[in-house]
């Protein structure tokens, strides 16, 4: 079985330019997250999608932050304009449909490394 | 922000000997996982303790959970070289979310 893919896996931009993130989850997991990791700290969560639908995007800086997950399927996380302090490694994250009374594991992608210089 | 402290941030022993971590944490929970990263990769579940279990084993790692205290352990015996890594704890308040808030992590460093 196929993990979660994320594309790409460094990005090296200058401040103000645009980035995106893609990534495809795990097949049948309807559940989809995407990451922000700084060095040195764990995961905090960007957004959390249950099949096209957001359902969580709390911590989504949405002056400059943009996801979509068209189909349900692959995620696309956009960053415009990029700032110094974004540098940090994205990652994405899927999961099965939650059952009842369960919390399912997450499977994470290798994540992008971004550099903002 | 996040609501796992793990303890201790860094840990570097010599292999076969056990290592052990330490999380905390402030709001109940519904369950809380143990997480691997190795440099520059993802992260990949190890386990998953529920609320209402006190301890639970998988191969040489063992999780102990005293909601009581609000903290929990990851040990590892007997580690390898291989064991050498990040390791985070994530709790899940609800489960009906999935929702997971990560710790910043204890890094072991296992020396051959």
């Known amino acids: 079985e196929a993990g979660v893919v994320q594309s790409p896996r460094y990005k090296i931009i200058e401040k103000k330019q645009p980035v995106a993130f893609w990534c495809n989850p795990i097949s049948g997991h309807n559940t989809l997250y995407w990451y922000r990791q700084n060095l040195g700290q764990g995961p905090e969560l960007l957004i959390r999608?249950?099949?096209?639908?957001?359902?969580?995007d709390s911590q989504l800086p949405k002056d400059r932050f943009s996801a979509e997950r068209l189909k349900g399927v692959d995620s696309t996380l956009k960053i415009q304009p990029a700032e110094l302090g974004d540098s940090a490694v994205y990652l994405c994250a899927s999961s099965p449909r939650l059952g009842f009374g369960s919390s399912y594991e997450q499977y994470f992608g290798p994540g992008t490394r971004l550099t903002v210089t | 922000s996040q609501q796992g402290e793990e303890d201790p941030q860094a840990l570097s022993i010599q292999e076969g000997e056990n290592a052990t971590m330490n999380c905390s944490y402030k709001?109940?929970?519904?369950?809380l996982q143990w997480y691997r990263q190795n440099s520059g990769r993802g992260l990949v579940h190890l386990i998953l303790i529920r609320s209402n279990e006190r301890e639970k084993h998988s191969g040489r790692l063992r999780v102990t959970l005293d909601t009581s205290k609000k903290s929990s352990s990851l040990l590892i015996t007997a580690s390898r070289a291989a064991d050498t890594a990040s390791y985070f704890c994530?709790?899940?308040?609800?489960?009906?979310?999935?929702?997971?808030?990560f710790g910043q992590g204890t890094t072991l460093q296992v020396k051959p």
């Open positions: 999608y249950e099949n096209e639908e957001a359902v969580d």
């Open positions: 994530a709790t899940a308040i609800s489960s009906n979310t999935g929702k997971l808030i």
């Open positions: 709001t109940s929970i519904n369950n």
